[in-house]
């Protein structure tokens, strides 16, 4: 899987750049704050980077140990080799969506005061930060804010909105933000180097565009699109389901009922994924939504009235959902489209 395979291992490796350079900075400056709070949102890289900072202030070959003048992990020594398999003892990953209560912060907060066992810092991740209980937030709160000096905590969090100020105010806040197209085109680039892939512009362009400004995203679909053996732009095009010209969408506005089943066939029989097909449209008929309902009609070049955009939306949401438990993954689409003909013409 590229996505466990390319996850970063270095600052150096880290393709969202704004975060490197924070980070290398922080590490350069030796003054590393107790407690981090990572914000952003999934597939940025937020554990992948706490695990690097865990290993770079533990590492037993860099600066920290005073060995090198680099400030990155070596990734061989047993201290990062353990930190990367999860197995060290001195750094702990826990995930609060299903660790969330008083009695795990208590015992969390026990175990602070254990001196590490073979590193010079324990350092606690905490992902999913916000989904921690209000009153355990409030026995946390004394110790992060003044953990023992051998004790760094790194929270990381999807919803920032919903942690409390007093828990960020104690924290060193580094934003992820959205991966930006270029830091993503960076890290296609730094995968197809290894996996010695070939890739246009134009693909490259395709992914990032695809990938939600998702690090993750982008890898999977890159690897999704290597498996499938659609390099080519326009197979790339079809079987991520943009078709420059006809689009299914409309081709749905349009009259035929069996103009549009036929082209889901087609589809479906050239390898087309089903997932992002709806989804391109999803996000196509949102604009429209969007343009209708502020009655900025310029640019709409779709025949379909607000509430035929409002139908198809929610059909089209419902077959999304369905496609999950479906035994064919096709099938959904159809029934909406059916559905949406149906209503239309009646
Ligand atoms: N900054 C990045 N540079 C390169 N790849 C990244 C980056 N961030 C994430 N990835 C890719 O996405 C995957 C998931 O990243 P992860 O650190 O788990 O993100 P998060 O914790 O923010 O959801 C990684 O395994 C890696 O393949
Ligand atoms: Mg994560
Ligand atoms: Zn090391």
């Not at 201290?79 to 999860?86: D, F, S």
């Not at 779709?302 to 479906?326: C, D, F, G, P």
Request: charged share 25%; with cysteine; hydrophobic share 40%.
């Amino acid at each position: 899987m590229y996505y466990l395979t390319y996850r970063p291992n270095t600052i150096e490796e880290l393709d969202n750049s704004h975060v490197r350079d924070t980070i290398a900075n922080l590490l350069q400056s030796k003054k590393l704050p107790h407690a981090l709070l990572f914000v952003g949102p999934k597939g940025t890289g937020k554990t992948s980077t706490a695990r690097i900072v865990a290993k770079a202030i533990n590492c037993l070959n860099n600066a920290f140990s005073g060995h090198t003048t680099s400030y990155d992990p070596c990734n061989t020594c047993s201290n990062c080799t353990t930190i990367t398999t999860g197995s060290s003892p001195d750094v702990v990953e826990q995930d609060a969506a299903s660790n969330r209560g008083i009695d795990e912060i208590r015992r969390l907060i026990r175990e602070v005061s254990f001196m590490p066992m073979t590193s010079t810092y324990r350092v606690y991740i905490i992902d999913e930060a916000h989904m921690i209980t209000p009153d355990a937030f409030n026995a946390l709160l004394k110790t992060l804010e003044e953990p023992p000096k051998s004790v760094i905590f790194i929270l990381a969090t999807t919803n920032e909105e919903k942690l409390p100020t007093t828990i960020i105010s104690r924290c060193l806040r580094i934003p992820f933000g959205a991966a930006k197209k270029e830091d993503i085109i960076h890290m296609i680039e730094r995968i197809a180097l290894h996996e010695k892939l070939t890739l246009t512009d134009e693909i490259k362009d395709l992914i990032a565009m695809y990938s939600e400004h998702s690090f993750r995203d982008a890898t999977k679909l890159l690897e999704e699109l290597v498996v499938q053996k659609k390099l080519d732009f326009k197979e790339a095009q079809v079987y991520l389901g943009i078709r420059s010209k006809d689009s299914l969408l409309h081709i749905i506005a349009g009259k035929e009922l069996k103009d549009a089943i036929d082209w889901i066939d087609e589809f479906v029989a050239s390898g087309g994924n089903v997932k992002h097909a709806i989804e391109d449209m999803l996000q196509k008929l949102r604009i429209y939504l969007v343009k209708k309902a502020t009655k900025q009609e310029d640019g709409i070049d779709i025949n379909l009235s607000l509430r035929e955009i409002t139908q198809l939306v929610k059909l089209l949401h419902e077959a999304y959902n369905l496609m999950k438990i479906s035994p064919i993954e096709v099938l959904p689409l159809e029934i909406a489209v059916v559905e949406f003909y149906n209503r239309k013409h009646v």
